[in-house]
């Protein structure tokens, strides 16, 4: 006994209170196991590392009026949350199918949604971008009772530093939803001029020290140093913001490292222009009466679906449109952080 007792290995933990390495976040990662510190890292206002905590839930199923036996849309599954909301209103009848270009995490939420009870019969997850929502339709020959798009990036992606979405955490400059196509954030910047890349965060973020950042991204490129990795990129803009007043530098630097990775996010993965192409073929997928609905999380998305809203309106294929961006609740953003900048507009086929 004595001996077995001194074979036993104790599971390995991480020292301290806060792991080093996003794989050492082993009780985050297991929510069902663990639980009591999921419902923790929620209460404090943060979401849990490998979670996404669904924004605005009652709010969408509030305006598409979810009824049994219709056919849905999810343009952006991620991690599933809204999906899972949306079957549980279908009650066993009617179909969603499920759009996702991540071939990681959409592989984790269609086993995960199918365990809880939502298998094929129900839910079809395909690994397709949103802009091609009409291949959809063409295939099965049926138009959408309700369509969500979350433009949002999900957490798992933010969290897991190996996608470099994030820089807070020591990872490769990527920034790719789907990592097997296109090219990384750190390939694209040693394509691009200091004249496009100064457009790129104007643009994309509307960067106050893009030129600033631009011009120093150059340097370091002349100088003969490479940007392949988030906390590089960091560097870069620390350095970039150097002149300015220092009592306004951490929090300068703070918002421009959010702003850049987004330029570049955006740019890697041509944002704005697979939410032109899906806005285009929206009213073509949608069945008459069907209702949309779009979160947006920055003003450079907000505006496209805005202007495509009301033109489409003004034109008779939308019946009605949100006059004003839905909010989510001050309840919400306490206890979900990355809930503050969403917005939310709908529209309703004529």
Same mark, same amino acid.
């Given at each position: ?14 020292? *301290? ?15 069902? @196991? ?19 905590? %669904? ?25 599933? *949350?809204?999906?899972?909301? #949306? ?25 995960? !949604?199918?365990?809880? *009870? ?17 291949? /959809? ?10 369509? $969500? ?6 957490? #798992?992606?933010? =969290?897991?530093? +190996?996608? *470099? ?10 920034? &790719? ?5 296109? /090219? ?8 691009? %001029?200091?004249?496009? !890349?100064?457009? #790129?965060?104007?643009?994309? %973020? =509307? +960067? ?5 950042? %631009? ?10 140093? /490479? ?22 530098? =951490?929090?300068?630097? @703070? ?11 955006? =740019? ?13 073929? $929206?009213?073509?997928? $949608? ?18 679906? @805005? &202007?495509?809203?009301?033109? $489409? ?6 019946? +009605?449109?949100?006059?004003? /961006? ?17 917005? #939310? ?6």
């Amino acid at each position: 006994m004595e001996n077995q007792e001194k074979q036993h290995k104790r599971r390995v933990r991480y020292s *301290g209170t806060h792991p080093r390495s996003y794989q050492e976040k082993y009780k985050e990662h297991n929510p069902e @196991k663990y639980a009591d510190t999921i419902e923790k890292v929620i209460r404090k206002g943060s979401t849990p590392a490998g979670m996404h905590i %669904s924004i605005m839930v009652q709010e969408i199923l509030d305006f598409l009026q979810i009824k049994p036996g219709q056919i849905g849309l999810d343009a952006t599954l991620g991690y599933g *949350g809204h999906t899972k909301a #949306m079957l549980q209103k279908l009650e066993g009848q009617g179909h969603i199918y499920a759009l996702d270009v991540d071939p990681i995490e959409s592989a984790k939420t269609k086993e995960r !949604l199918a365990n809880q *009870g939502f298998g094929e019969d129900i839910l079809t997850v395909r690994l397709q971008n949103f802009a091609d929502i009409d291949l /959809v339709t063409k295939e099965t020959g049926k138009k959408f009772d309700f369509v $969500l798009a979350d433009l949002g990036v999900s957490s #798992m992606q933010i =969290d897991n530093p +190996e996608r *470099g979405f994030s820089y807070k955490v020591e990872g490769p400059l990527d920034l &790719r939803l789907n990592p097997l196509k296109g /090219v990384s954030a750190a390939e694209r910047l040693k394509e691009v %001029s200091e004249e496009e !890349l100064v457009g #790129m965060l104007v643009e994309n %973020s =509307d +960067e106050p020290y893009a030129k600033e950042i %631009s011009a120093r991204v150059m340097k370091w490129f002349k100088d003969g140093k /490479v940007i392949e990795t988030t906390t590089q990129m960091k560097e870069v803009i620390t350095e970039a913001l150097c002149r300015v007043p220092k009592a306004e530098r =951490d929090e300068a630097i @703070k918002k421009s490292c959010a702003r850049t990775f987004q330029a570049l996010r955006i =740019d890697v993965n041509s944002e704005f222009e697979v939410l032109y192409a899906f806005l285009e073929k $929206l009213p073509e997928v $949608l069945a008459p009466n069907g209702r949309v609905a779009i979160l947006t999380f920055h003003s450079g998305e907000d505006r496209l679906v @805005k &202007r495509s809203f009301k033109e $489409l309106e003004k034109a008779g294929i939308y019946r +009605e449109v949100s006059k004003d /961006v839905i909010r989510p609740s001050a309840e919400e953003c306490a206890r979900n952080s990355r809930a503050k900048s969403t917005k #939310m507009r709908w529209a309703i086929r004529a």
